[in-house]
């Protein structure tokens, strides 16, 4: 049974500069959530993506966008990147029928702004 | 808005020790509880959950419970090992909108000692 898997596992990029990052969901899952954790801090809600849409989002900047896919993977866009964009960003999926409440974790990718 | 308050950190216990984390929340409605733990580099990981008042969730030797009274989901453990020294993360299923999504703290870092 596959998890949760994303790319890149680590990224480093400079500021103004575009990131795209990727998210493959726990097999037979259909929603994706993104969460956005910096260093020594929790996880903080992004979005979530449930049949191609944005369903809600947390307190993030325009610059922060998303796609899911037909097959359900997911990718997360940061625009415009900033130091304080540096952080662990963890994909999360879980089942629409279960009313997406247990969430199952990726390894995260890391990303350093310089 | 809801949110959620752990013990600070770290919990430092010797090998055999008794373990409890403490973990209140606010949230809106009833929400499902869950405690993940991180190992050091790593995504969360689902440790275990309950979703309904006086339920037990347990895994590996941890277990919860529901208390609505007290709005509370303190994690313990009989006995730790070394294995056990991580990141422990207690979040309540935020409702409302049109998604549920994972409230997280700081987190709780546990140091078991040989």
């Known amino acids: 049974d596959a998890g949760v898997t994303q790319s890149p596992t680590h990224l480093i990029k400079t500021r103004g500069q575009q990131v795209t990052l990727r998210c493959s969901p726990k097999s037979g899952h259909d929603t994706v959530s993104w969460y956005q954790q910096a260093l020594g801090q929790g996880p903080q809600f992004i979005f979530q993506?449930?049949?191609?849409?944005?369903?809600q989002r947390g307190n993030f900047p325009d610059r922060f966008s998303g796609h899911q896919f037909p097959n359900y993977s997911s990718e997360l866009n940061v625009n415009a990147l900033l130091l304080g964009d540096s952080a662990l960003y963890l994909c999360a999926s879980s089942l629409a029928l279960d009313n997406q409440e247990t969430q199952y974790f990726g390894p995260g990718t890391r990303l350093l702004v310089l | 808005g809801d949110s959620v308050t752990q013990m600070e950190g770290p919990v430092t216990l010797s090998e055999e020790a008794f373990l409890t984390i403490n973990c209140t929340y606010t949230?809106?409605?009833?929400?499902?509880l869950f405690w993940y733990v991180q190992y050091p580099g790593e995504g969360l990981q689902l440790l275990l959950k309950?979703?309904?008042?006086?339920d037990k969730g347990s895994n590996k030797g941890f277990e919860a419970t529901y208390r609505k009274e007290t709005t509370s989901f303190h994690l313990e453990k009989g006995s730790v090992q070394v294995s056990d020294s991580a990141v422990y993360f207690c979040?309540?299923?935020?409702?409302?909108?049109?998604?549920?999504?994972?409230?997280f703290g700081t987190g709780t870092l546990l140091a078991v000692q040989p």
């Open positions: 993506y449930y049949e191609e849409e944005e369903r």
């Open positions: 949230a809106t409605g009833y929400p499902s």
């Open positions: 979040a309540p299923l935020g409702r409302g909108g049109a998604t549920n999504k994972l409230i």
């Open positions: 309950a979703t309904k008042a006086d």
